[in-house]
């Protein structure tokens, strides 16, 4: 099975419980819980991470290639995306920070199509990190949302964490908490952290796949529906 294939498996078995948000403000999803799959329960058995190359928000182009050897954290976002906004209250920077401290790479990447919630350009992108304060290594620019649909990234925030040798060992959502409730970030399970916990222990990733949520990314064949 193709990685594109396992994880559109993976996105179709939890689709009854995925919450697609429009962006506008909205009443908290249900709870969701995690799940561990086979294809992503343990390193070994994880598939490769989908080569791919982008233009970074200074004009530079950055292929998933180049850091080869390196934990690589993949994050969606839509700053317009009220689940976006709730994590970039300060939890989002601060995991940004603590992982390329630890000399993860992180990529932030922005798929929304032009004219979509979210879609930035020229100095826009360029300030996007002095904006927000963020931690993140680059941030990506993927307006043909090819990217995004390459690793079938559906929301904001949605999230993959690729190990050094190129495999994906995280797979989803950010948290345990599937609301754009900034005071439901006290308490919550950050799934990404832990993993990178893990990994930076030795240990298998605990729990690869995790439901996501947030807003629908804006893909040109989305838009409107």
């Excluded at 976002?77 to 906004?85: K, L, S």
Aim: aromatic share 6%; net charge negative.
């Amino acid at each position: 099975m193709t990685i594109r294939a396992t994880l559109r498996a993976l996105a179709l078995s939890s689709a009854a419980a995925l919450t697609l948000a429009a962006c506008q403000q909205q009443e908290a999803a249900p709870t969701q819980t995690a799940e561990s799959t086979p294809a992503t329960a343990e390193a070994g058995q994880a598939q490769m991470a989908p080569a791919f190359t982008l233009v970074d928000a200074e004009g530079v182009q950055r292929s998933l290639a180049d850091f080869r050897g390196r934990t690589v954290v993949l994050e969606w976002t839509n700053d317009g995306c009220p689940y976006v906004q709730k994590h970039y209250t300060g939890a989002m920077q601060a995991l940004q920070r603590q992982a390329t401290a630890d000399g993860v790479v992180w990529l932030t990447i922005i798929s929304s199509s032009p004219g979509t919630q979210g879609h930035v350009e020229g100095a826009d992108a360029r300030g996007w990190k002095d904006r927000f304060e963020a931690g993140f290594t680059h941030l990506l620019l993927d307006p043909s949302g090819e990217v995004g649909k390459l690793y079938d990234a559906k929301t904001t925030p949605d999230m993959r964490i690729i190990d050094p040798e190129g495999r994906l060992v995280f797979v989803g959502g950010i948290d345990d908490r599937p609301t754009n409730k900034v005071e439901d970030l006290d308490g919550a399970t950050n799934y990404v952290s832990a993993a990178l916990a893990d990994m930076k222990a030795g240990r298998p990733v605990q729990t690869a796949y995790a439901t996501p949520y947030g807003c629908a990314i804006k893909y040109p064949e989305t838009v409107g529906t």
